[in-house]
């Protein structure tokens, strides 16, 4: 199946819809803090998604409870939210998905809650970091392996792994389209397989993890924590290819 190149329209409805997610991240960012509990956050997305005449699309998506994912400390990815109050030193990744106009958008943040330690803060660097590089190099022409392999290097050139098995996307009329983008290289040459054009609108997200690049699922069927144990960290943008360069439509 062919990647979908988006018309400049069709940009521009993804882009209202991710702008609305970059939106709820900020609210999300300012509402975190000691004492706050997950289900809040929730529902703080999930009143102003609905706010703006967009739905949350995590809802319901394979089945997924809620509105929002919030991964505390060691969880990954797609941690859904508890009465779990939020205590000085975690660090929470909050990812966000909104279907406006059927349209889609979805990007993601962690930080931390109060003061937070070194070691928490580089693996939050890492994330963040390593989003924002992969976007810096994208080009017109360029195989999405490329930018696989380079999103590990820069990964493991910080100390990092980058978690197996999870990965970016493509996006559009569905959440999760493709292609699939790993954070990684996974067998075969960089060289190989489909290339990044104009039109494409996808999703990078790195996910790194300390030690190990293998995981497990918590109790919930849906928390996905790396089989050391650490702490971890996610971040994700929506980007579309418009004259040769990756422009972030989540923001
Ligand atoms: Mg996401
Ligand atoms: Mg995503």
Redesign the pocket.
């Known amino acids: 199946m062919a990647i979908p190149l988006r018309k400049s329209h069709e940009i521009e409805a993804l882009r209202e819809a991710n702008h609305i997610v970059a939106e709820t991240l900020k609210i999300l960012a300012n509402s975190v803090q000691e004492g706050v509990s997950l289900l809040e956050l929730d529902l703080i997305a999930e009143n102003y998604i609905r706010s703006k005449g967009a739905k949350p699309s995590?809802k319901g998506l394979y089945g997924f409870p809620s509105s929002i994912?919030t991964s505390v400390n060691e969880v990954v990815?797609h941690g859904i939210p508890t009465n779990y109050k939020l205590q000085n030193g975690d660090i929470i990744g909050l990812?966000?998905?909104v279907e406006l106009n059927g349209w889609y958008g979805?990007?993601?943040i962690t930080i931390g809650v109060g003061t937070i330690s070194k070691e928490n803060e580089e693996l939050i660097s890492c994330a963040k970091d390593t989003l924002y590089y992969a976007i810096s190099i994208i080009k017109d022409g360029m195989r999405f392996k490329e930018l696989s392999h380079h999103i590990e290097q820069f990964i493991r050139n910080r100390g990092f792994v980058p978690l197996a098995n999870y990965c970016g996307h493509g996006i559009g009329r569905k959440p999760h389209e493709e292609p699939e983008i790993l954070n990684y290289i996974d067998g075969g040459s960089p060289n190989s397989g489909p290339k990044i054009k104009n039109g494409m609108v996808f999703?990078i997200?790195p996910m790194i993890c300390k030690f190990d690049v293998q995981s497990t699922l918590l109790n919930d069927k849906w928390s996905v924590v790396s089989k050391d144990g650490k702490n971890s960290s996610h971040y994700?943008h929506t980007v579309a290819i418009i004259n040769g360069k990756a422009e972030i439509l989540s923001k």
Do not use: L
């Open positions: 995590f994912c990815i990812d966000v998905g979805d990007s993601a999703c997200e994700e």
